[in-house]
DNA sequence: CAGGAGTTACTGGTCTGGCCAGTAATGAGA
DNA sequence: TCTCATTACTGGCCAGACCAGTAACTCCTG
């Protein structure tokens, strides 16, 4: 009840001071966002930049470092045909947040899973139901080209296996659903490379996970998102369950077979 | 086959110049996410840190902008009991990025409900699963001031939805699953606000909705996670459904209902 | 005439040194 | 003892300069 304050009183906003740089931010932002600058054109240069926006060079330098670490500009020393270039949307500042979330909120590894086992079952429920034929090709083809890279080591092996999820994360057709897969697949990484270093290049391991992949391919062949999206979370927790304390682990398995219903 | 390249052959990574100010940022990131420095701490002050990084004034405020514009810290002028402060983790940022992505994605309205329907849905389930005695009351104080709030107007009531939604999330114990709900409730109410302002003052509308939610609530209780994570995803087609075109709005309510087995 | 190498005119990367405005602790006055 | 001005810091900006890359241009050579 203590939040009566304000039916349709004027709402107020707390007001920090705006920083000139973070004006020239806004501006630039608003204009690639409203698509009035597009990947591949141009920024003016520095030198123009502190004359349109009547500020000084490292004025104009800090908003430019602010734009490209967010990753919507670049900068190239000496580019004499103009200044900084937008560049296409990339997810890494995505994951360069999602990282900072998962460290700053001390999630651990089995919560980056969990997570994953959502978002990459919910990907697998969709490329069952949604691919077309074309897509379908392309996810077979990477499954053919999976089993191939097996001789080749596991590295080959696990470039491999990130493009055939890529192919089933295509065919999901939400653009938020693949790059959160890719963000998330980054920081597991990411944890289990810091948690101890393991090597899967044993061959048996790549047989079995090809065949797991297998079986998810199928159930997407026949249309079957439910039986597609629960063998690729089983394939998930029986992929990581071994770096995750036994308990939590056993929790996750049931989290991914005895639950075909959530979404 | 053309990714032969290298089987356990030195992988090189494409050597970009690293600028000085990045190596700042990276400094002082690594430091955060290490734990070494904890929010609430401060940095030396900008004049200090041209000493200990040997560069002026201009690079280390470059870096500082770039920190800033991340999150992770906060300046402000005139602080003399020290520089800028690491701040406690925000989802602004992700937010943001996740903003850019929608938009340089030209991922539109339904694609995003489609997105918080499967993150929302998860949430409730693990919400009906997960949930301890405690936050159960908090999720029933909640509801109960949801209900009281219809009389007080729309503003009041959104303002008791978003609080009854986070005692939900918080029920889940996930903290990713909670910032991507936040995330992508922010931006579907972004594109919503650009699209038409709408206003449901209605109070019929406000009584469905809070009914929905008390059917949502019931499923909770009864630890019936399946259908406490149906009725969610329904609700929410259920509200957004006539911002979307038809074609949309139907396929996304039998992804709402008939699916009740995703993940 | 064509092609390659040096010149040149830009670019961003960085530094120096400075001024102003805000903040908070300090110390002097009531 | 309390209040208020002083002061010594802070960050926010600016001006001007130098260096180092890049690419176009030009000129010289074959």
Redesign the interface.
């Known amino acids: ?1 203590q ?2 304050a ?3 009183r004027p709402t107020f906003i707390p007001a920090r ?1 705006v920083r000139a ?1 973070e004006s020239i ?1 806004r501006q630039i932002e608003d204009a ?2 409203r698509g009035e600058l597009r ?1 591949g054109q141009r920024l003016p240069s520095e030198r123009e930049m502190t004359a349109q926006f009547a500020v000084s060079r ?1 004025t104009v ?2 908003a430019l ?2 734009l490209e ?2 990753g ?1 500009v670049r900068s190239r ?1 000496g580019d004499a045909t103009g200044g900084a270039k937008v560049q ?2 990339s ?1 890494d ?2 994951r ?3 990282t ?8 651990d590894l089995a ?2 899973v ?2 994953r ?3 990459e ?2 990907t697998t ?1 969709l490329a069952a139901t949604e691919h077309t034929e074309e897509e379908l090709a392309r996810m077979l083809d990477a499954h053919k ?1 999976l089993a ?1 890279s097996i001789a ?2 596991h ?2 092996f696990s ?1 491999a296996d990130v493009e055939f999820h890529q192919t089933i994360a295509e065919a999901a057709h ?4 693949r ?2 897969n890719e963000v998330a697949r980054g920081v597991v990484a990411n944890l289990i490379e810091s948690k101890l270093s393991f090597t899967s290049d044993s061959e048996q391991l790549m047989r079995d996970s090809c065949a797991r992949h297998e079986r998810v391919l199928g159930a997407i062949v026949a249309r079957d ?2 039986t597609a ?2 063998l690729a ?1 089983e394939d998930m927790i029986d992929h990581f369950g071994r770096f995750l304390p036994e308990e939590r682990a056993a929790r996750l398995r049931v989290f ?1 077979s005895r ?5």
């Open positions: 009840m939040h009566e304000s039916a349709d001071p740089y931010v690639i966002y990947p490292p330098r800090e470092r602010v670490s967010s919507l020393q296409p949307f997810p500042n995505l360069r947040s999602m900072a979330l998962v460290h700053l909120e001390q999630s919560d980056v969990q997570f086992m959502i978002i079952g919910s429920y080209r191939a080749r080591g590295e080959a470039r939400s653009g938020l659903l790059v959160c998102g439910e999206a629960r979370r991914a639950v075909p219903p959530i979404l």
